[in-house]
C-alpha cells in the first residue's frame, strides 16, 4: 500500500513553454502534498506544501506565479512550470501524507525529470 | 553552512560489512530525524525515523541521534548488495512537515 505516482517521469520542454507535473496518491488519501526540487549535486529543498481545496503554502524564495499548485481531489496535486527557463531544469519530486495517519510519514512519488531548452 | 551535512560518496564495500552514514546538522530545533533509502529512478522509501535523542533499532539497520553533538548515523549490518542505493537523511522540527533533506550518501556493497 502506500502507493505515490508521479507522471511524467521524464519530460523535455522548449523554453518559455509550461509544464505540467501530476502526483497522484493511488491506495490512499491525501489532504497534504508536498513539493521538492533537487538540482545536481544538491539536496531535495521543499518547495511548497500543497493543501486539498485550498492555496499551497510556498517556501521562501519559491515563485508561487511560476510553479502553480493545483490540489483539487484529495488523491491529485499537479505542479505546473510556467514559462520555463533553462535555470528550471531540475528533478521535481512530490510526497503525500495519508489522512488516515497524518504526520506520521509522508510517501514519495518517483520523480520527475524537467530539462527546459 | 547547509542547515545538514552529508557526505555525497560514493561509499564501496564489500558484502557483508557494517556500514555507517552519518549526517550533520545544525539547527537545534530539530527533533524529528528520519532516513531514506533511492533507488535509481524510483523515490525516497523511508526506513527508519526517530524522534530526539537516542537508538533505534529495525532488523539489520540501526539509527542513532546524538543531538548534543547534532549528529545522526544510520548503521547497516550484514550488508547486502540489495543495499546499494543513494541514503538520505532528513529532518525536521515536527514530524513529516517541511522536511530539510542532506544530498545523500551513495552506497555501493560488492558481492
Known amino acids: 500500500g502506500a502507493v505515490v505516482s508521479q507522471h511524467p517521469s521524464r519530460v523535455i520542454c522548449k523554453s518559455g513553454t509550461s509544464v505540467k507535473i501530476e502526483c497522484r496518491s493511488l491506495d490512499f488519501q491525501a489532504t497534504t502534498m508536498f513539493w521538492y526540487r533537487q538540482f545536481p549535486k544538491q539536496s531535495l529543498m521543499l518547495m511548497a506544501t500543497?493543501?486539498?481545496?485550498?492555496?499551497?503554502?510556498?517556501e521562501q524564495g519559491v515563485e508561487k506565479d511560476k510553479f502553480l499548485i493545483n490540489h483539487a481531489s484529495l488523491t491529485l496535486s499537479t505542479l505546473t512550470v510556467t514559462s520555463a527557463h533553462p535555470e528550471d531544469s531540475s528533478f521535481y519530486i512530490c510526497s503525500a501524507e495519508s489522512n488516515r495517519q497524518p504526520n506520521t510519514e509522508a510517501f514519495f512519488g518517483q520523480g520527475t525529470r524537467l530539462t527546459v531548452v | 553552512q547547509k542547515e545538514v551535512e552529508q557526505d555525497p560518496g560514493p561509499l564501496s564495500v564489500p558484502e557483508g560489512a557494517i556500514v555507517s552514514l552519518n549526517c550533520t546538522y545544525s539547527?537545534?530545533?530539530?527533533?524529528?530525524f528520519m532516513w531514506y533509502r533511492q533507488y535509481s529512478r524510483k523515490g525516497p522509501e523511508l526506513l527508519m525515523y526517530t524522534y530526539s535523542s537516542g537508538n533505534k533499532e529495525d532488523g539489520r539497520f540501526t539509527a542513532q541521534v546524538d543531538k548534543s553533538s547534532k549528529y545522526i548515523s544510520l548503521f547497516i549490518r550484514d550488508s547486502q548488495p540489495s543495499d546499494s542505493a543513494t541514503y538520505l537523511c532528513?529532518?525536521?522540527?515536527?514530524?513529516?512537515?517541511?522536511?530539510?533533506f542532506g544530498t545523500g550518501t551513495r552506497l555501493l556493497v560488492s558481492p
Open positions: 539547527n537545534s530545533a530539530f527533533q524529528y
Open positions: 500543497s493543501n486539498e481545496g485550498s492555496k499551497a503554502t510556498y
Open positions: 532528513a529532518m525536521s522540527g515536527g514530524g513529516f512537515q517541511k522536511l530539510v
